[in-house]
């Protein structure tokens, strides 16, 4: 396979997965003269993405088709992916980070006899190298990897590589090709794939997250940040973990380290007291605003716009000026 970069896809009943726009981004870090990138796609039906005017020019997309790629079957697209590579290895392997990116990864590196980075919110250039940046310790530290060997296999966060300013356009078919393939791997079948979101609305794709926290927890505030939700064209209401403990909120709904990682264009964080493990879902948000009754609180340190206040004073005001 005849590529520096491969970035790797995987669709949900026949639409790209959420990561893609992230994965596409990640181009733009790379000088495009000087690199080839691939992508390759599983799907079931044949995909025609959408790419970035006036970039990729250099990308090649494979769209490798089954039936069975209804839905995600990360083993048998991590098998295609070993059974294309031949010898000849990308420097780099891309995917999102997502539990199905995380486990394609762990395969294809243990497969490779390389190593893989999760998580990696940006890419860094020094002298000839490539640095791969990410947060640890519940985004205390930030590390920069540089690796000592290749391929490094790498996941990358939701938000952290979509440009907003990119504009995107129908694909050039020329560098799309398609190829059904067999799948042998019998040992699983996904028979049908469903929401946990009570109200159907996913929360890493809406624009808009109000997020709830202990200091919402009584039940009209709730009432109260659903309406403010509606407000927004794409809003929708995510939660910190103690509301999703309590199960004021299903656990689809939780923001942070062992929930959601999210990347809306403003997360409005409504009585959260701003803990490492929440902050670790929203540092990707564009625009944060926090609404906290205590102005010591942690969340104001992140926030761009903070509004000391109680949630049960304030909210009503605020919905009924809107
Ligand atoms: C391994 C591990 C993983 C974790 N993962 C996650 C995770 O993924 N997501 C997550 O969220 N947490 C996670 N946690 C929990 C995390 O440490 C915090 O306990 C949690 O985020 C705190 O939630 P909170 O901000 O809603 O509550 P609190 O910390 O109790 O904060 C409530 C805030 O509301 C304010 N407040 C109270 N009443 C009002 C009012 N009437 N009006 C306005 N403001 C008010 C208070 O001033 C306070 O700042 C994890 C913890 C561990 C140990």
């Known amino acids: 396979m005849s590529a520096d970069i491969l970035l790797l896809i995987d669709t949900i009943e026949d639409k790209l997965s959420s990561g893609y726009y992230d994965l596409i981004g990640i181009l733009n870090h790379f000088d495009q003269d000087a690199i080839k990138s691939k992508m390759i796609i599983s799907s079931r039906n044949k995909i025609l993405p959408q790419v970035p005017e ?21 083993q048998a697209f991590s098998k295609e992916i070993l059974s294309r590579l031949n010898g000849v290895k990308p420097k780099y392997i891309c995917l999102p980070h997502n539990m199905r990116g995380c486990q394609i990864a762990a395969d294809l590196a243990i497969n490779l ?10 890419l860094i250039q020094k002298d000839d190298q490539v640095l791969l940046k990410k947060s640890v310790m519940n985004g205390k530290w930030i590390t920069e990897t540089a690796p000592l060997n290749y391929p490094v296999i790498f996941t990358i966060n939701q938000g952290a590589f979509s440009a907003q300013e990119d504009i995107y356009i129908d694909i050039d078919e020329d560098i799309i090709s398609y190829e059904e393939i067999e799948i042998s791997d019998d040992s699983y079948t996904s028979l049908n794939i469903s929401s946990m979101d009570d109200d159907n609305s996913s929360i890493e794709d809406a624009e808009v997250v109000i997020g709830a926290g202990r200091g919402a ?3 009209d505030v709730i009432e109260l940040i659903h309406e403010f939700a509606k407000f927004f064209k794409n809003g929708g209401v995510g939660a910190s973990r103690p509301l ?6 299903p656990y689809s709904h939780q923001i942070g380290e062992t929930g959601k990682v999210i990347s809306p264009k403003l997360y409005i964080a409504c009585g959260v007291s701003g803990s490492n493990q929440h902050i670790a879902g929203v540092r990707q948000a564009q625009e944060i605003i926090a609404i906290n009754k205590d102005p ?8 761009d716009i903070g509004v000391v206040a109680s949630l049960e004073e304030f909210l009503p005001i605020l919905l009924g000026a809107l």
């Open 296 to 303: 010591q609180a942690a969340i104001f340190q992140i926030a």
């Open 113 to 122: 006899n390389t190593s893989v980075v999760s998580g990696v919110d940006a």
């Open 54 to 74: 006036n970039k990729c020019h250099d990308l090649d997309i494979l769209n490798v088709l089954n039936d069975k790629f209804k839905h995600p079957i990360p």
């Open 244 to 249: 999703c403990d309590a199960g004021i909120f």
């Open 217 to 219: 927890e009584d039940e």
